[in-house]
Nanobody, 118 residues
Framework: QVQLVESGGGLVQAGGSLRLSCAASGRTFSSYWGGWFRQAPGKEREFVASISGSGGATNYGDSVKGRFTISRDNARNTAALQMNLLQPADTAVYYC???????????WGQGTQVTVSS
């Protein structure tokens, strides 16, 4: 089992930045891929970014490439999502997730709200 808790959401103006954090507890977090997803009202959940257990491989959704950066610190059992050049379309609840390699995402945080004003 892995427990995940997000923090760092809030209200920011368009063009601004926010940094989300995800604190993991339970089994060895470094064994799991970490991911960030988001869901806006009335929309389906969207993949944002993922990172391998070692941190050596990352993937991004097309809508955030070049603006968001995912990272992790396995010594502290944390992952982060640095979000720059935020746009109103980035407004959503952001979720941290974890999965065993080649599995689906089984572990989810409770989510943190990000609101970008125009």
């Amino acid at each position: 089992q892995v427990q995940l808790v997000e923090s760092g959401g809030g209200l920011v103006q368009a063009g601004g930045s926010l940094r989300l954090s995800c604190a993991a507890s339970g089994r060895t977090f470094s064994s799991y891929w970490g991911g960030w997803f988001r869901q806006a009202p009335g929309k389906e959940r969207e993949f944002v970014a993922s990172i391998s257990g070692s941190g050596g491989a990352t993937n991004y959704g097309d809508s955030v490439k070049g603006r968001f950066t995912i990272s992790r610190d396995n010594a502290r059992n944390t992952a982060a999502l640095q979000m720059n050049l935020l746009q109103p379309a980035d407004t959503a609840v952001y979720y941290c997730a974890a999965r065993w390699p080649n599995n689906k995402y089984d572990y989810w945080g409770q989510g943190t709200q990000v609101t970008v004003s125009s």
